[in-house]
């Protein structure tokens, strides 16, 4: 019987253990932080396109498995495009998301992934929506927006225009 009862105690413990370095299903620490609307010259894909982008921020000191999160750019279809099955949004960082009007999920030389989805933003003004299972855990609108100028998220957690866009990096502001 303590046979028994150490054996399980050992398993609870490593398995425990696993679960606290396990990646965090945690949505509501993503965050859309920048988007770009009229994309002329401030980033290129890896084909070299300049399509509009969206910014995804992990706000946690976890990684992120993004795995099932829904994004799009309007409530209507909140699922336009789903996060497949091995997508991770490290602690702290930054995710660019291609607005490119098809779907595509690759990876690139170096392992960094590159997001296609299928829509695309209008500079004349929308929405941009993330959503899990039908819940919308961020959205964000924004008006007409001027040829790369982005929409950024502040430290206050207010939006401004931003005539020096970050994309891949932390919002700064002049």
């Not at 303590?2 to 993503?30: P, Q």
């Not at 829904?70 to 960082?93: R, W």
């Not at 959503?131 to 207010?158: C, E, H, M, N, P």
């Amino acid at each position: 019987m303590k046979k028994l009862i150490s054996a399980v105690l050992c398993a609870v413990l490593l398995l425990s253990s696993v679960s606290a370095l396990a990646i965090t299903r945690d949505f509501g620490m993503v965050k859309i932080n920048e988007v770009m609307a009229s994309n002329g010259e401030t980033i290129d894909d890896s084909k070299g396109k300049s399509c509009d982008w969206i910014e995804l921020w992990n706000a946690s000191d976890d990684d992120i498995d993004l795995s099932g999160l829904n994004l799009s750019d309007g409530k209507k279809n909140l699922a336009k495009f789903t996060f497949p099955e091995g997508v991770t949004l490290a602690k702290g960082a930054y995710m660019i998301i291609f607005c490119s009007d098809y779907e595509q999920v690759e990876t690139l030389d170096g392992g960094n992934v590159e997001i296609h989805v299928p829509f695309k933003l209008s500079a004349d003004g929308e929405k941009v929506v993330i959503s899990y299972q039908d819940v919308i855990l961020d959205i964000v609108r924004f008006d007409q927006q001027t040829k790369d100028v982005s929409y950024a998220l502040k430290d206050d957690g207010t939006w401004a225009y931003c005539d020096t866009p970050t994309p891949g990096a932390e919002n700064k502001f002049e």
